[in-house]
């Protein structure tokens, strides 16, 4: 009788979790993570509480130049989320609508840091739901903290000796350390009076 019960409450959780699997669709957050930053994180915490499975995919763009070849991106965003339940890493080319297909996935992930970011991503999300008017993309924004934050400021002051700590995750701050050297050591620190 004990084992009927436990079997019941067995098969109860297990209905519940595959409802909730079912119910809580796939999304997928694309850039071109060149790297990712801490700001890049925060956004596929966000949608974690949102989405059981968020697939960060990396786009293929063999014409756009990057610092981190694919393979490279691919493994320092997996170093990265490997802590995440749920973030899957993945790389995509083509139309990100087709991956979308591809994945049985129907939300776009972006993250918006200012209202400048605002123009582009309005124009991107009305094209994919003409492609495809099923598939809705949810913006979210960023914690303050990384606002400013981007990719190409990252590199950018990475190659200048600049402390990028806090702002990317180890593995990406030992990567560009190796790439551009150590940070230069004898910097010296400009004293602004604002009066
Ligand atoms: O990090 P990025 O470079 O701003 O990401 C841009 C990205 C990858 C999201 C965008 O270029 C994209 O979706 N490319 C895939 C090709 C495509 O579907 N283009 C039409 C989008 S409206």
Known sequence: MGSDKSHKDEGTAETAAAVRRRSSPIAVYPGS?????NGHLDIVKRALTMFDTVIVAVLKNP???ALFPLSERLELLRKSVADLEGAVVDSFSGLLVDYLHHRGAAIIVKGLRAVSDFEYEFQMAL?????DSRIETV???????YAFLSSSLIKEVAALGGDISGLVPTCVEARLG???GARVPDRIPQRIDME
């Open 178 to 180: 190796e790439k551009f």
């Open 127 to 131: 094209m994919n739901r003409k492609i």
């Open 139 to 145: 913006f979210l924004m960023t914690s303050y903290r």
């Open 63 to 65: 014409d756009k130049k």
């Open 33 to 37: 993570f060149d790297p990712v930053t």
